[in-house]
């Protein structure tokens, strides 16, 4: 069974600081890593995709790979109380299986 | 504008009832999926959809049924052996199926009565 683990939070962070974001997989196969945003009654958002080892930076937000340590995260600069929402973390698995595996998901809080 | 769409938002199901829940794109998309999505819970997998008229059960596909008689529409039905049918249904797609970039519609939300 492919396992993404999430912390389910709540994270709490002050508007301006950096939110970090943790995910781990159980496929060490996997190739390709996504974190997702999923404001409350609402559908999921793709914000990052990564395939990698490294980081990869788009605006405020970074995703950072580790395949040996099988760890991706996803790292939130100068956070703003819109980023208040819950980041899904989803992983493809190994073999040419494209179906993603969704982590439950962390709910961060950005207070003013 | 492009983009997924999902009908209706909410639907409220007497129990012993089938319900179809739509999902319909004109992303030029291959491969179509749903999910559900129940409170702190990540997505599950019920049935995904590579080419028209052909589909795959997910992991949790009983009490489901779907068809793909179109490229752009790909409906959900709920049936009566569904035993705990409230949940929040996701339709997503993707461009090809080696692609699983996925995009997702805005969801129905199903509550049984």
């Known amino acids: 069974q492919k396992e993404v683990e999430q912390n389910s939070g709540p994270l709490s962070v002050p508007e301006g600081a950096i939110a970090s974001l943790n995910c781990t997989y159980s496929?060490?196969?996997?190739?390709?890593f996504f974190w997702y945003r999923q404001y409350s009654g609402k559908s999921p958002e793709l914000i990052m995709s990564?395939?990698?080892?490294g980081d990869k930076e788009d605006g405020r937000f970074t995703a950072q790979l580790n395949k040996a340590s099988q760890y991706v995260s996803l790292l939130i600069r100068d956070s703003q109380p819109s980023d208040s929402a819950t980041y899904l973390c989803?992983?493809?698995?190994?073999?040419?299986?494209?179906?993603?595996?969704f982590g439950r998901g962390t709910s961060l809080i950005v207070h003013p | 504008d492009g983009g997924i769409t999902q009908s209706p938002k909410y639907l409220f199901r007497k129990e012993g009832q089938n319900v179809t829940l739509s999902c319909e794109q004109n992303?030029?998309?291959?491969?179509m999926y749903w999910y559900r999505q129940d409170p702190g819970q990540g997505l599950r997998l019920i049935y995904y959809?590579?080419?028209?008229?052909?589909?795959q059960k997910g992991d949790i596909a009983e009490g489901y049924s779907v068809s793909r008689e179109k490229k752009e529409s790909f409906p959900l039905t709920v049936t009566s052996a569904q035993k705990n049918p409230t949940a929040f249904y996701l339709c997503?797609?993707?461009?090809?199926?080696?692609?699983?970039?996925?995009?997702f519609g805005p969801g129905t939300r199903l509550t049984v009565l």
């Open positions: 997503a797609s993707s461009i090809e199926s080696g692609i699983i970039e996925q995009f």
């Open positions: 496929d060490r196969g996997s190739q390709s």
């Open positions: 990564i395939y990698s080892n």
């Open positions: 989803a992983v493809n698995g190994s073999g040419g299986s494209y179906i993603p595996t």
């Open positions: 992303l030029n998309h291959d491969a």
């Open positions: 959809s590579q080419i028209v008229n052909d589909f």
